[in-house]
């Protein structure tokens, strides 16, 4: 059977946690539980909690007495309810600040929303969503919302079809099936669009998706290798509808999604010491690239991804 660790590493982040024999249930679903909530200020009460994550509301009461004990939650009296607790705060405040690469991709993500009206992402997978990791905003993005920490909803965005479109078949098939047991409307709005984003990515290299989380906003993606995650994220960017129609998004924003992404990737795949150490020297040299190139919308050739049993990468 071979070792716990081992067989981690085979299962990857798509590993389905609802039967298997190595899995402790009551870890899960307090993972679970701290999934509701969406942000700092988010307030929910046990009912709101049973109902978000599909779990007894007596286990959920347990959860939320158990965590709060740990400070990974705190208790409102005065509400009723819970909110996210400092130590939950602490632990991913510090995971955040020990990657010492954030700064960079939040500068590069600033320079296309200065070109582009949109918000900007960088976003890792968790579980059928998705979550920022950083983010930057034009200031002509009205309606555009988003910022580090929210969850965007893996079925419904550009963002989550690009994440999909780069798994192998199997994994892919794996996660769909899942999420279709729990979230059967996003994994509706994903099924039918695989085998096209999938075509589309190994193709153009992005995927994108009109009107189909808000008929306001149109989207555009691709997926980054992460070694520091051992997964891929995914850049993203959300551009009102009213401005930009699919035919835009092709011609003007693919191209510097493109290289905004080739410009990330390419810090990540590098070892951490070496990043901080060249760039405090002002030795990384990685741009855009030129304008001629952008403009006629080429990519440079990479050699497809070849499969990998481990993690789910092409």
């Avoid at 660790?5 to 990857?12: I, M, N, P």
């Avoid at 509706?188 to 989380?213: D, I, Q, S």
């Avoid at 693919?254 to 992404?261: E, F, S, V």
């Amino acid at each position: 059977m071979g070792r716990r660790s081992e067989r981690l590493t085979r299962a990857g982040p798509l590993a389905d946690l609802s039967g298997g024999n190595d899995v402790i249930q009551v870890v899960s679903r307090a993972f679970d539980v701290l999934r509701c909530f969406e942000g700092h200020e988010t307030r929910l009460g046990n009912l709101e909690i049973s109902n978000r994550c599909g779990l007894p509301r007596s286990t959920v009461s347990r959860l939320t007495h158990t965590l709060t004990r740990m400070g990974q939650l705190i208790y409102l009296p005065h509400d009723q309810k819970y909110r996210i607790g400092p130590s939950a705060v602490a632990m991913s405040t510090s995971m955040l600040r020990g990657w010492q690469v954030r700064d960079f991709i939040k500068d590069r993500l600033g320079d296309v929303a200065d070109r582009i009206p949109g918000t900007v992402g960088f976003v890792i997978p968790d579980r059928f969503e998705l979550v920022y990791l950083e983010y930057a905003r034009s200031a002509a993005a009205l309606g555009l919302h988003s910022g580090v920490g929210t969850r965007i909803a893996m079925g419904r965005t550009a963002a989550g079809h690009a994440y999909v479109a780069a798994l192998d078949d199997a994994s892919a098939e794996a996660l769909v099936a899942e999420m279709a047991r729990e979230h059967p409307q996003d994994a509706g709005a994903l099924r039918p669009r695989m085998a096209a984003n999938r075509g589309h990515f190994l193709e153009k290299g992005y995927v994108v998706t009109c009107g189909l989380w808000s008929p306001h906003i149109n989207g555009i993606a691709t997926p980054i290798w992460s070694p520091q995650y051992q997964t891929y994220a995914v850049i993203t960017i959300g551009v009102l509808s009213a401005m930009y129609d699919e035919r835009r998004l092709h011609e003007e924003v693919a191209a510097p999604l493109r290289a905004l992404a080739r410009d990330i990737e390419g810090v990540l795949s590098r070892p951490d010491t070496d990043i901080v150490r060249r760039a405090a020297s002002d030795e990384i040299a990685i741009k855009p690239e030129n304008t001629n190139d952008m403009a006629a919308g080429t990519r440079r050739p990479r050699p497809p991804r070849g499969f990998r049993a481990a993690d789910g990468r092409r």
